[in-house]
């Protein structure tokens, strides 16, 4: 199976998938625990995005701007 990024969130007990996904027993996962922010906002997920793009690349790399992220 591919890497897949599904939403989800903890309702105090487990993990909760906030929509349907075939996902079969014993798959392997990556859980990723983010900041309190609100995620609504297209400018957040814009600079999270340059920001893994910054860290991904060496020293060398030039600086990464919104305008350099494709949808």
Known sequence: MPAVTLKA???GKQIVLDEPF???PDSLLMVTVLPEEDFTDDAHWHNLAAGALARAYGENEPNYSVADIKR
């Open 22 to 24: 075939d996902l079969p």
């Open 9 to 11: 969130h903890f309702n």
